[in-house]
């Protein structure tokens, strides 16, 4: 008998994991046999050998001191110098927990919305430590994150200071942004890839960036990433649609995400308004997320600086 039970939550995952795919967080795991360990001088007397599935608590991890313990990373970590030559993972598509065994970790992190329980459970059962970070994508989710990896690093002290200045950078440029004449429409499009093509709604990390960037998301129906339909697209009418760097490929002339049902016949498409800023601020939600609020609000708005 088939178990619905089961099925449904692998379902919403694979959802979930084709999004972040899209996004350049997915990439084949390479450099595995390449990958040379941190020199001794630089490895912590534990000899932690961690694997971060997600860039964004990457960044948390180096940040605080931590790239030496880190022997495999998530894709869309490019930006993050201190992991030049580390072997990126697949996700969490696979169904064997063998390509993260293959490098020895002792801990795996993980974030709730990438979470298989098979594949954590071989994990477990091989003896590697797994936490799953929640996953919320707010200016609250990032603190706690933060803490969380403070707390598991030993160094809870150093994650303080790095909540406050987090803290100090979003009010600095929340501040900025609530000055603004105007709130334009805007709308994520996740697109590229031979997949089709989805909007970022509640919840997810791009519709909580367009927001704080002094945009109103007119995606607010939608629940996660999902398909739009034309009339909807259109009934929308963003002023602006961000996407992805896939999204900005042209296919017969046409750029990916403005491909989308709708999206042409949209004040952005008919103004030829498709944005994009660099793929490490659209993983989620992290200690990157003020920069990339800048670099946002910048394109949406013509007098902020």
């Known amino acids: 008998m088939h178990n619905t039970k089961n099925t449904e939550p692998r379902r919403r995952w694979l959802k979930a994991a084709a999004a972040g795919a899209a996004l350049g967080c997915l990439p084949v795991l390479t450099g595995l046999a390449r990958a040379q360990p941190a020199p001794a001088s630089a490895r912590p007397a534990a000899n932690e ?13 180096v940040a605080l001191g931590g790239a030496p313990w880190i022997v495999a990373v998530g894709g869309g970590s490019d930006h993050i ?28 992190l993980v974030t709730s919305e990438w979470t298989v329980p098979q594949t954590l459970d071989q994990l477990r059962s091989a003896g590697v430590a797994v936490d799953v970070l929640d996953a919320e994508q707010t200016a609250a989710g990032v603190e706690r994150r933060i803490r969380a990896v403070a707390r598991l690093m030993g160094r809870v002290a150093q994650g303080e200071e790095l909540v406050a200045r987090f803290r100090r950078e979003m009010a600095d440029v929340a501040a900025q942004i609530a000055r603004l004449p105007r709130k334009p429409k805007a709308l994520f499009v996740l697109a590229g890839g031979a997949r089709p093509t989805l909007v970022g709604g509640k919840g997810s990390n791009v519709a909580a960036l367009l927001e704080l960037a002094g945009a109103h998301n007119v995606a607010h129906g939608v629940e996660g990433f999902k398909a739009m339909s034309t009339e909807a697209m259109i ?7 961000l996407t992805n760097q896939d ?7 046409v750029p ?9 016949d949209t004040p952005a498409g008919k103004a030829g308004r498709l944005i994009t800023i660099p793929g490490q601020y659209l993983q989620g939600m992290g200690i990157l997320t003020p920069q990339g609020i800048r670099l946002l609000a910048r394109q949406l708005h013509p007098n902020f600086s």
């Open 49 to 61: 050998r961690w694997i971060v599935t997600n860039s964004y608590v990457a960044d948390i991890v």
């Open 81 to 108: 110098t201190e992991l030049k030559g580390v072997p990126r993972l697949p996700g969490f598509r696979q169904t064997s927990a063998e390509p993260m065994l293959s490098v020895s970790p002792n801990r795996v």
């Open 235 to 241: 009934e929308a009418a963003p002023e602006f649609i």
């Open 247 to 253: 999204g900005t490929t042209p296919v017969d002339g």
């Open 256 to 264: 990916v995400a403005l491909q989308a049902p709708g999206a042409r």
